[in-house]
């Protein structure tokens, strides 16, 4: 681990002294696995996990750049050590990526209240944005990549609608932004599937075309300064 540390500080020096606003930020992963691959979040309930990553990321941030976000994957379990981070640095944007990481949740999803809890203490962050993403996990426990055929935008909007309305509704549509997964979970979830299905849903919600577009791109557009 500390030989990554070490590299990691290599290449953010590098990265703003040579690529200087090509590079916008640095993605940390908690949610690992174990080589029997059973989700090592089961047993994120010792507080040395979260000290052990909330060290590391102190370390990150106070040599990331401020205009650099960061990105955390991690499953729901774990939220705490995001609203730990945003609480520690309230001046930085927190991109909580695939949804907050529901972990075996099962259908449906919003019946899953620990995951749901820790959504909403997220939202009460408001340095802390939600990228809903991660629909084709297989953590979640939704079995689209154990079927024989993949998931189609009805079932989508079906298993996450609750979901989504739920994020605009506690993080506003101001801070949540979406992303497909793809390539990783396209066999899974085809990416034309997930956009007809995120589309679908917003569309039910009778959200304005200014809101739908903040949704689908604005958003994204401005965090990640695209052109």
Known sequence: MTYLLALLFSLI???????????????WTAAFTDRNSDFRAFSWSKSKDVDFHLGRINWIMQEMPSHWLLELFVYHPQLSLATKIADRFPERTIIVTNSGGPLRCGRPLIECEDYIDGLKRLARRPNIMLKLSGFGSPSNGLGYSRINHTASADVIAQDWGDIIRLAISIFTDRRVIFGSGFPLESSAVPLPNYWLGVKQVLKEQFLSQQQQERLLRDNAKDLYSFT
Do not use: E, H, M
Request: glycine residues 14%.
């Open 13 to 27: 020096q590098f990265s703003k002294a040579r690529l200087g606003p090509a590079i916008r930020g640095v993605q």
